[in-house]
């Protein structure tokens, strides 16, 4: 079992900046492939990003491309979401997720385990 713990977010005028947390513990963390998602009210889960195991692989979705980087620190069982440029579209709750595979990693399906989520909202 992995327990994944989000922290980080809150309101921020757009234009503005957050850095998400996501604490790990239970099994080997650095085994994982990290993801990041998120769900506004109506929607569906979507993709944000992820990062590799050891850190050096990392893929976005197109709408946050260039805003968004996610990184780790294996040693504090820690993923970040770092989210510059933050945009009205951006409020949803975040959450993070893990994974032992390593395909198909922009599906919420895909991933074994799941934090509670962070509530962004991106507001004026």
């Known amino acids: 079992q992995v327990q994944l713990v989000e922290s980080g977010g809150g309101l921020v005028q757009p234009g503005g900046s957050l850095r998400l947390s996501c604490a790990a513990s239970?099994?080997?963390?650095?085994?994982?492939?990290m993801g990041w998602f998120r769900q506004a009210p109506g929607k569906e889960r979507e993709f944000v990003g992820r990062?590799?195991?050891?850190?050096?692989?990392?893929d976005y979705a197109d709408s946050v491309k260039g805003r968004f980087t996610a990184s780790r620190d294996n040693a504090k069982n820690t993923v970040y979401l770092q989210m510059n440029s933050l945009k009205p579209d951006d409020t949803a709750v975040y959450y993070c997720?893990?994974?032992?595979?390593?395909?198909?990693?922009?599906?919420?399906?895909?991933?074994?385990?799941w934090g509670q989520g962070t509530q962004v909202t991106v507001s004026s």
């Open positions: 990062i590799s195991w050891s850190g050096s692989r990392k």
């Open positions: 997720a893990a994974t032992s595979l390593n395909r198909d990693l922009g599906l919420p399906l895909t991933y074994h385990y």
């Open positions: 239970g099994r080997i963390f650095s085994n994982y492939v």
